[in-house]
């Protein structure tokens, strides 16, 4: 028998994204879908609309206080978010 180069299915699907430039798509739609778990049910019930564009994530809140609160916490929510995808998607927040 020979032998042949066995990798793991992951890292073959992982390759054929990156290939296909559908991995950073793939990792922005995470992170947009983790804004609820990440923040929670309350504060997502005040989010209208949320985008990313240039890695900067736009977020459209209901609330104009929770809006400001929120703007003062920036960084760290930053840091939760692309900790909960695993990668650095994001550099900005903007809300509005």
């Known amino acids: 028998m020979f032998r042949r180069k ?8 992982n390759q054929f994204l990156r290939q296909e ?3 950073t798509p793939l990792l922005q739609k995470r992170l947009l879908d983790a804004w609820a778990e990440v923040m929670g049910a309350t504060i997502d019930g005040y ?3 949320k985008t990313i564009r240039n890695q900067t994530l736009f977020v459209k809140l209901t609330s104009p206080a929770l809006r400001a609160d929120l703007s003062m916490m920036r960084t760290e929510l ?3 978010l692309n900790s909960k995808v695993g990668a650095m998607i994001i550099t900005d927040i903007r809300f509005y």
């Open 6 to 13: 066995v990798q793991p299915l992951s890292a073959l699907i």
């Open 21 to 23: 430039g559908l991995e």
């Open 47 to 49: 989010t209208a609309e």
């Open 78 to 80: 930053i840091k939760k």
